[in-house]
């Protein structure tokens, strides 16, 4: 039995972020500007403390400047709003993120309202949202703008394929079937309360899992030689009690039957923090009125 094409999301991060990298030590060379990234954390959640270590780490090896402000799980809305104002007024930020989830105490929508909608490198500022649903250039939520390069790294023109997205989330699964809507796919959202949703996912020449469910997909609801990118990263049980990581697609039955499938992890993850640089360097240059580069992952 033939056996997928395995989409190495881990090593396509690793020649974006060179390629971006390039970039960076043009506009330094030729405007003098260097990109800067704050990044906002509040509370001492492991999980948010690794990924913003890793944001830090992955800009400054670009040659960003990395800004990294820290508040107390105590800290109220008033708190982080006056220190989101600070970033906003800052000419040496470009880019601004706040590490999700928040205390309970802050509402993350009226935190995601407060980015400045140039610095907004999350792409989740409604008026970012907007713009991306009528075609505009708004900045592209990191996750789904990955999978979008990978897809087009893999398949090359995207138009007239037939794209199920799996999953409805603001950050995921709306961004998603907007950017391939702009491909010029033909774009089915499908979730929870989709009827017969195992026929919808074996409709689609492109997969893109974003559920939330543990090894939901099973290879008998994918197409024969489908494209499928699992965005979910779920921990689930194992002997040793250590427990492993596995995506919202039954990895072992779905590889036996698609074309290509990006495992977890190593898939679409690494895409995110390397498209959240990408964005960063996207809103210097529009901040300082350069014009944009194409970026293109390094050979």
Avoid at 28 to 52: C, F, N, W
Avoid at 123 to 139: E, K, R, S
Avoid at 260 to 273: K, L
Wanted: some cysteine; overall charge positive.
């Amino acid at each position: 039995m033939a056996t997928a094409t395995i989409i190495d999301g881990k090593q396509f991060a690793a020649r974006l972020r060179a390629g971006i990298a390039t970039h960076v030590a043009q506009l330094k060379a030729e405007h003098d500007i260097t990109p800067g990234l704050a990044v906002v954390l509040v509370g001492d959640d492991p999980a948010s403390q690794i990924y913003v270590r890793n944001k830090g780490l992955q800009a400054r090896e670009t040659g960003m400047n990395s800004f990294e402000r820290r508040l107390p799980a105590t800290a109220t809305q008033a708190e982080l709003l006056a220190r989101i104002a600070e970033l906003n007024r800052d000419p040496t930020v470009n880019g601004i993120l706040v590490q999700l989830p928040l205390p309970k105490q802050i509402d993350p929508e009226r935190v995601i309202e407060a980015i400045a909608v140039n610095k907004d490198v999350d792409g989740f500022h409604p008026l970012n949202v907007g713009l991306l649903a009528v075609g505009g250039t708004g900045m592209a939520p990191c996750t789904p703008l990955g999978c979008l390069m990978l897809l087009k790294e893999r398949i090359g023109n995207l138009a007239g394929q037939r794209a199920v997205v799996l999953g409805r989330s603001n950050i995921v699964g709306k961004p998603m079937a907007a950017l391939l809507l702009r491909e010029h796919c033909t774009v089915t959202i499908a979730h929870s309360r989709t009827r017969d949703l195992a026929e919808e996912c074996r409709r689609a020449d492109i997969l893109v899992a974003a559920v939330g469910k543990a090894q939901m997909v099973q290879g008998d609801w994918i197409k024969p030689g489908a494209t499928v990118l699992d965005v979910g990263i779920n921990r689930i049980p194992t002997p040793d009690g250590k427990g492993r990581l596995v995506g919202d697609v039954d990895f072992a039955s779905a590889v036996e039957v698609a074309g290509a499938i990006t495992p977890v992890p190593g898939g679409v993850g690494p895409m995110t923090i390397a498209c959240l640089l990408l964005n960063t360097l996207t809103a210097t240059c529009r901040q300082h009125g350069v014009p944009t580069p194409e970026v293109r992952p390094a050979a």
